[in-house]
């Protein structure tokens, strides 16, 4: 990875991550209090965490090109101060025109970080061990949701926890940028090590033509729409399932929060099994990695759905929660198993040059779901409502429905355990080719 220092610059990039997703967490959990508070409905309530995300999403394709082209450690220093001044300010919103408006502002850098933390996985990660490196960054983003959930579900008012998100990360960026020692693109491959060996560099740099034969490419294709589809239900979870347990099983804030929590630790468990897993899979069967991922999002799904409709209790004991953890930990971490392998998958069907734009703009379609699921989320409970559902059986029909949607994305994966083999082959064949020509030329 480049020695200690980087080591040390890694961790922090790790914590950074994290402390990024925080900001994410903050306001599921008091969205009943903000709706009370600013007069709102659920769905003016879902708009501001969907256009947060639709902001978030849509700049990132500009981040991911911009860390293809630009060094990457100044480029996210300067991603971190973007996002985290309006963070800071989301605390001293007046009113529900002033919250939007300030996390549409956040959302626009808040992905700054994403694109450039996958890019240089690549290049600190060779191919066989980059699903742990992906690992990490998953589950760093698990433990930011889980912090995030800490913050806005126990302290008692709402504005507080975006100073406690922003502060860290305002101080962590500089030290990263002193710290870390940006690796050569490529670096990690083993079809250009000859060439760094020989004190050459790999000069390609992203064009046009290398973009459109990316998003041409067919394993991007399939993982752009099973990210589109599948990040549809995490969209609605996140955002709504603690509004679900107030309403439908009657716990109060601070008790759905911990249960939340609860499957926050699952997610982060299965982003790191799912990492090692996945190089373990491919290590043992050609196409391994994606037919892992496939059947641990058909079975995350049954999970989910029996864990909407089981009667969860008002008041859960100690046991009760134990039984919710063992649960979690034992069968609904499964479906994070697509994180890592994903991210490892893009890196291996791109080349070096065009990683972080391609990773911008699986961002911005993974993104989607997560976009459009609060709001439509919102809307289908008061479309349920007005059919006469009683509140807690439209808040769980709600959630079923939108559960419902790992169920195709599941299907595609079939596709990707046939084509991303043939599609990883043709990029080292690729770069292969390209190290002779530089040795040849040298």
Request: proline residues 5%; glycine residues 10%.
């Amino acid at each position: 990875m480049g020695g200690i220092r980087n080591t040390i610059a890694f961790t922090i990039l790790v914590v950074m991550v994290a402390f990024e997703v925080v900001d994410m967490q903050l306001l599921p959990p008091n969205y009943v209090q903000i709706m009370q508070e600013f007069g709102v409905t659920e769905a003016q309530m879902g708009f501001v965490s969907s256009i947060f995300i639709a902001t978030n999403a849509l700049a990132t394709a500009m981040w991911g090109f911009l860390s293809d082209v630009a060094t990457r450690k100044k480029l996210l220093l300067i991603g971190v101060y973007s996002s985290k001044i309006p963070c800071l300010l989301t605390a001293f919103a007046r009113n529900y025109w002033e919250l939007l408006l300030i996390r549409s502002m956040t959302g626009l850098s808040i992905g700054s970080i994403t694109p450039i933390a996958y890019t240089l996985i690549a290049d600190l990660y060779e191919e066989a061990k980059r699903g742990r490196g992906y690992a990490l960054i998953g589950a760093s983003s698990g433990l930011g949701t889980l912090f995030g959930m800490i913050l806005g579900g126990f302290i008692p008012d709402w504005r507080s926890p975006f100073i406690y998100a922003a502060i860290p990360n305002m101080i962590l960026a500089p030290i990263f940028y002193v710290i870390f020692q940006e690796p050569k693109r490529g670096i990690s491959e083993s079809a250009l090590r000859e060439i760094y060996e020989k004190g050459l560099e790999y000069r390609y740099r992203i064009s046009w033509e290398t973009l459109k034969s990316s998003l041409k490419t067919r394993t991007n294709i399939l993982l752009f729409t099973q990210g589109v589809i599948g990040t549809f239900p995490w969209g609605v979870v996140v955002t709504w399932l603690i509004s679900f347990l107030i309403v439908a099983r009657g716990m109060i804030k601070s008790t759905a929060t911990i249960v939340l929590m609860l499957i926050g630790l699952a997610q982060i468990l299965g982003g790191i099994i799912g990492g090692l897993l996945g190089d373990w899979a491919e290590s043992r069967r050609r196409g391994g990695r994606a037919a892992l991922t496939g059947l641990a999002i058909f079975a995350g799904m049954i999970a989910a759905i029996y864990f909407i409709v089981h009667p969860w209790p008002s008041k859960p004991s100690l046991l009760d929660l134990l039984l919710i953890a063992a649960y979690g930990f034992g069968l609904l971490q499964v479906v994070s198993y697509a994180g890592p392998n994903v991210r490892t998958i893009l890196s291996q069907v791109n080349p070096p040059e065009a990683r972080g734009t391609v990773f911008g703009v699986f961002t911005i379609l993974d993104n989607v779901g997560w976009a459009i699921g609060p709001v439509l989320d919102g809307l289908l409970i008061e479309y349920l409502r007005s059919l006469g559902y009683s509140d807690p059986l439209a808040y769980q029909w709600a959630l079923i429905i939108s559960v419902l949607a790992w169920l195709p994305c599941s299907a595609i994966w079939v596709l990707i355990y046939k084509q991303y083999p043939v599609d990883r082959d043709r990029i080292a064949g690729i770069l292969e080719e390209r190290a002779r020509k530089i040795l040849g030329e040298a």
